[in-house]
């Protein structure tokens, strides 16, 4: 496995560009469209061969954004905004289609269902997973995030600060990582508080589950770890380390064999998941890589796998993945 870059664009945004999610190819749209989300309050959408622009920014945030997801038809995303709004959207035209109120510092990290029928989002100082039906975006639940057995007691009560939420392939697990380590699991059949994983002590910023095993998942942490968990057995399946500073953010490839990883260490590494090693190192970006996304599989004429990378230097990176 081995990635090849294919292009960079210097000044995508005019501010540092936090988050980056493919819209899957939809019935309307051959291929898939990477969206990046910025502090200078604005979505763009790119094509995915040469990340030639493929439409107007999407304005609307009063802050930076933060966080996206795209829904799995393709048609619809959520971006996330500092300014504590959840804003969905229509990928192509831009039209705005819902906005999810949170109270102040309480949504971070989204991701939608696998069948599309609902958005979670971490819920930053609420201590919380927020979690909307997607028909008429209206709020299902809110799952607490318990403090675990033995923790100390902090001054800011719950001491529980939600930055990643991730949904298992087949929809039956919500994990959630915290700013002090702690990564919650839900069965979202009955909405209930499973267990936490434990090993990290310090801010979980992004999670993935695995599309091959719905039990596997991968979390990034600002100790420079990756961790491997059967989120199901509440067991750490393995570890990996190679950067040099904080990881903020993982993606695993569509055939489950790989996981890319961006690091304040200003590089994408891409990581073999059976050898647990890094297999290699891109270094196109002069600062912190805060996304890092696999184009998913279908669409019209695609022969290849594709990673994007999005930075705190405004740039965005698109590589080859074989």
């Known amino acids: ?33 990477l969206l990046t989300g910025a502090l200078d309050e604005t979505v763009r959408a790119w094509r995915p061969d040469d990340l030639a622009s493929a ?45 999810l109120e949170a109270p102040p510092s309480e949504v971070w990290g989204v991701q939608f269902h696998p069948k599309g029928n609902a958005l979670a989002a971490a819920g930053g100082g609420s201590g919380s ?47 959630c990582g915290s700013m002090d380590g702690t990564i919650a699991v839900y069965d979202t059949n009955r909405m209930k508080f499973l267990h936490h994983l434990e090993g990290h002590h310090m801010p979980v910023r992004s999670m993935v589950f ?6 596997v998942l991968f ?19 393995g570890a990996m380390s190679g950067h040099a500073s904080w990881v903020l953010s993982i993606d695993v490839s569509p055939d489950g064999l790989a996981v890319a990883t961006g690091s304040s260490d200003r590089t994408v590494r891409l990581w073999d998941i059976n050898m647990r090693t890094s297999v290699q190192t891109m270094s196109n970006h002069s600062d912190q890589v805060w996304a890092v996304a696999f184009r998913p599989p279908g669409g019209a004429g695609v022969r290849a796998g594709r990673l994007a990378s999005a930075s705190d230097d405004k740039s965005i990176s698109l590589y080859d993945y074989s």
């Open 210 to 215: 695995s599309p091959v095993d719905p039990h």
């Open 219 to 237: 979390t990034a942490c600002d100790d420079s770890h990756i961790h491997i968990y059967d989120a199901k057995e509440k067991t750490l399946i």
């Open 129 to 175: 997973v927020k979690v909307w039906d997607t028909e008429k975006w209206q709020p299902i639940t809110s799952l607490a995030v318990p403090r675990p057995e033995g923790a100390r007691p902090d001054k800011t009560g719950s001491g529980k600060f939600v930055l990643s939420v991730a949904w298992s392939p087949d929809g039956n697990l919500l994990a």
């Open 1 to 33: 496995m081995k990635l090849a870059g294919l292009k960079s664009v210097d000044g995508a945004h005019e501010e540092s560009i936090w988050a980056a999610a493919w819209a899957p190819a939809a019935d309307h749209r051959p291929t898939a469209v």
């Open 55 to 99: 439409g107007p920014p999407v304005r609307g945030h009063a802050l930076g954004v933060v966080s996206l997801a795209a829904h799995p038809a393709g048609a619809l995303a959520a971006a996330v905004s500092l300014d504590s709004f959840v804003r969905v959207f229509d990928v192509d035209s831009g039209a705005s289609v819902a906005t």
